[in-house]
């Protein structure tokens, strides 16, 4: 069964620093998104992203996160200069069409560590 | 309570027992969805329910939805070992194009062999 992937896995990043999150979505999905959770807290939504533009995007996704589809399997989330509160597992989710009404599939998440 | 609330927060079952976890939202949904997620991993979409749907199968999975009280539940029957996860309810809202899935804090189901 097609999965979306992400990587790398765990990511450990200075304060200050820029990161990359990248994922594969699944390969015929159209809509695209990112959600993060911070250790105990709730899965939270950041920006959604279709037709090569961002959708929706949460009071989080601010001026330091921005996503790009650089080619036609990857899709990132980049953090321009990271802050501890930063530290979460982030998830990459795809879904097939234009339906609100379909499933997202989410990846296994990459673990940030911001030191 | 905030969107997206499950009820209980911890679940402690027999294998071969139901567990039946809770779950209320606030606002006006286009559907609910379920997750599942193990420790570590993450999140198995289950199923999702519409919302002019009542109740919804899958397997071993029951899931019900009641718009004018903005609850649903999930059944899982005959539960196994390996359904010790956390299960998250997961709404989409009506407004606009909105996509976006709220989740509620979850459930942490442990069933014991």
């Known amino acids: 069964e097609p999965e979306v992937t992400q990587t790398p896995s765990h990511q450990v990043t200075q304060m200050g620093q820029e990161v990359i999150l990248r994922c594969v979505p699944i390969s015929n999905h159209l809509y695209f998104y990112w959600y993060r959770q911070i250790l105990g807290q709730k899965v939270e939504f950041l920006v959604s992203?279709?037709?090569?533009?961002?959708?929706?995007k949460s009071e989080i996704f601010d001026d330091q996160f921005s996503v790009e589809r650089p080619d036609g399997s990857n899709f990132t989330l980049k953090i321009r200069s990271t802050k501890l509160e930063d530290s979460a597992m982030y998830f990459c989710a795809s879904s097939e069409g234009r339906s609100s009404n379909q499933p997202q599939h989410f990846g296994d998440g990459t673990r940030l560590s911001i030191l | 309570s905030q969107q997206g609330e499950e009820d209980p927060q911890a679940l402690s079952i027999q294998e071969g027992e139901n567990a039946t976890m809770n779950c209320s939202y606030k606002?006006?949904?286009?559907?609910l969805q379920w997750y599942r997620q193990n420790s570590g991993r993450g999140l198995v979409h289950l199923i999702l329910?519409?919302?002019?749907?009542r109740e919804k199968h899958s397997g071993r999975l029951r899931v019900t939805l009641d718009t004018s009280k903005k609850s649903s539940s999930l059944l899982i029957t005959a539960s196994r070992a390996a359904d010790t996860a956390s299960y998250f309810c997961a709404t989409v809202s009506t407004s606009g194009s909105a996509r976006q899935l709220t989740f509620g804090s979850g459930t942490q189901l442990t069933v014991l062999p």
């Open positions: 606002t006006s949904i286009n559907n």
């Open positions: 992203f279709y037709n090569n533009e961002i959708s929706e």
């Open positions: 329910i519409r919302s002019n749907e």
